[in-house]
């Protein structure tokens, strides 16, 4: 099962994409109400909340996947932002919906959010970032790389999830 978590205010409709998206691929989800994300998170000098904090939102809640999701800008280490963050291997994974609203109309959106969730949920189970740019394991440095990418993974990548014989999206 999947959990989709709003960390923040985060609309109905925005967690319903998600939803939609891996019911479709076969995975129970179910969304949980919002959860706060601690004041300690929010770095005022960048004006963004660090990533890991969220994370840990996820990793305390139950189920076998979880999705943290959030409207908050991220960052993560020295990094100037992060669309998302994830255990690898694990069961946490976060996404921001923040920049991947930047120049972008309902679907670029929609489709935005569903390839970062998928990327995200992709190093639960222990995938790594892949070289082919259209592979949604392709790590994403702009908005350009993640509208290039696909919403699913590349044969090779697939073929990894099956040799560790894991649920496949």
């Not at 998206?21 to 919002?34: C, K, N, P």
């Not at 919906?97 to 929609?110: G, I, Q, S, V």
């Not at 949920?121 to 394991?137: I, S």
Request: charged share 25%.
């Amino acid at each position: 099962m999947l959990v989709l978590v709003p960390c923040g205010p985060v609309e109905r409709e925005d967690l319903d994409v998600l939803k939609h998206a891996f019911s479709g691929r076969g995975m129970t989800v179910r969304i949980t109400g919002e959860r706060k994300v601690p004041a300690t998170a929010f770095n005022r000098t960048r004006r963004q909340h660090k990533a890991d904090f969220v994370l840990k939102i996820a990793q305390e809640e139950a189920g076998d996947r979880v999705l943290a999701v959030t409207n908050y800008d991220l960052y993560d280490g020295n990094l100037n932002f992060v669309f998302g963050l994830a255990e690898s291997p694990g069961k946490g994974a976060v996404i921001s919906l923040f920049r991947l609203r930047m120049r972008a109309n309902k679907e670029t959106f929609r489709q935005r959010a569903v390839k970062e969730a998928v990327h995200e949920l992709g190093h639960t189970w222990g995938l790594t970032h892949c070289q082919n740019p259209r592979c949604v394991m392709h790590f994403s440095n702009s908005l350009q790389d993640t509208d290039r990418k696909e919403t699913d993974w590349c044969e090779g990548c697939h073929r990894k999830l099956q040799n560790l014989q894991l649920f496949i999206l």
